[in-house]
């Protein structure tokens, strides 16, 4: 893709919008971001993260190929690591710490 080209961006995932800001900074003559992210709390980072850019939407939801509620566990600490898996048996300490669910439509 050319980065003097008009894009837009669907973030899926989009957790504190780290990357849309990043793809802002390479593709600067980006028209519209979707993001979804499920965690509602991250909307402010978000927002933070795409200060100066006014086109876009977060939709507080997740994207699957099935339409189900299902439930989504992570750690606030880590949100980065956010999953449908439970990991229980997982050796990495920070899967092991996923103590909060939502469920998500």
Do not use: C, M, W
């Not at 050319?2 to 980006?30: H, S």
């Amino acid at each position: 893709i050319d980065n003097r080209e008009e894009v837009n961006l669907i973030d899926v995932g989009a957790n504190e919008g780290v990357f849309a800001k990043d793809f802002l900074n390479f593709f600067p003559k980006t028209k519209q971001i979707i993001l979804f992210e499920p965690l509602k709390h991250l909307n402010e980072k978000i927002k933070k993260n795409l200060k100066g850019f006014d086109d876009y939407q977060i939709l507080n939801k997740g994207v699957g190929d099935k339409k189900e509620i299902k439930d989504f566990k992570y750690d606030k600490e880590k949100t980065s690591l956010a999953s449908f898996k439970d990991y229980i048996d997982e050796v990495n300490i920070h899967y092991k710490k996923k103590n909060t669910i939502i469920r998500i439509r």
